[in-house]
């Protein structure tokens, strides 16, 4: 099985809401939908982990779907903090099985693989956050071990990307019960991430989590602790592919392309 992950296209019908963003965002983001759809081997299904939309009206919705139509397979996407809940449900509900709400968190499957999707969104704010009742039914999720693999989707990385700037505006809320919950799992688990604006893959509780470019914009690599705001810059965009022949095997493919 192949599986594609991307993030964060921050699409705008009318005018951004984020500075950073490419003019030709559209144009760009429909460049990594054509590479997704006509690699070969055929990608089995899609996951966008947030900030689908840059503002989240109707028409950033309509699109995004419109950007997304050439994939033919199945695609799984959490909102991000860019994202609106009501514009994204609107935009999802007849792919995705989200609950009655407010959040848009939804556990799904394809073949052998469990996709579990967390809301990680507060509006109004950049850092993400789960909830109690969000814990409560991960719990849920988590409560019993299976063999099958399990990707979690979350905008906000819980994870650290060792850059203090971004890391401070990741995964605040409810941070400490999901790492418990995390480490006292014993079944094939992976973390897919978005909102960081750079590629990168870590190992976190023995967890494997991955943050996967943006083509919308991407931060510098600026690791030293007292390094100013990450500023824009021009490298090349990369999502992941990963090829999964078993839960517990594990390839990640980097995968370019020229926007
Ligand atoms: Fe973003």
């Not at 063999?147 to 650290?160: D, S």
């Not at 978005?194 to 996967?212: D, E, F, K, M």
Request: net charge negative; hydrophobic share 45%; aromatic share 8%.
């Amino acid at each position: 099985m192949l599986i594609a992950h991307t993030s964060d296209f921050h699409i705008f019908a009318d005018a951004p809401e984020t500075s950073l963003v490419r003019s030709d965002i559209v144009e760009a983001t429909r460049k990594v939908v054509a590479d997704i759809a006509n690699f070969s081997p055929r990608i089995d299904a899609v996951m966008i982990t947030g900030d689908l939309a840059d503002g989240g009206s109707a028409d950033d919705y309509a699109l995004v779907k419109d950007i997304l139509s050439p994939i033919k397979v199945p695609i799984f996407a959490v909102p991000g903090n860019h994202d609106a809940r009501m514009g994204f449900r609107a935009a999802f509900e007849d792919r995705l099985p989200f609950g009655p709400g407010p959040k848009l968190d939804y556990e799904t499957s394809i073949a052998d693989l469990r996709i579990i999707a967390l809301d990680t969104l507060i509006e109004g704010e950049v850092p993400g956050g789960l909830d109690d009742g969000q814990i409560d039914w991960l719990a849920e999720r988590l409560a019993e071990t299976t063999e099958r693999l399990t990707l979690i989707l979350m905008h906000h990385p819980a994870f650290p990307s060792t850059i203090k700037t971004l890391d401070q505006m990741a995964l605040l809320g409810g941070h400490s019960k999901f790492e418990t919950l995390i480490t006292q799992y014993r079944g094939p688990l992976r973390i897919l991430s978005g909102h960081i604006h750079r590629p990168y893959q870590t190992l976190w509780n023995g967890v494997w989590c991955a943050v996967s470019g943006g083509p919308s914009f991407q931060h510098a690599l600026k690791m030293a602790h007292d390094a100013p705001e990450p500023s824009n810059l021009d490298e090349p965009f990369a999502y992941f592919i990963h090829r999964i022949e078993e839960a517990a095997a594990m390839t990640v493919h980097t995968r370019y392309v020229v926007l």
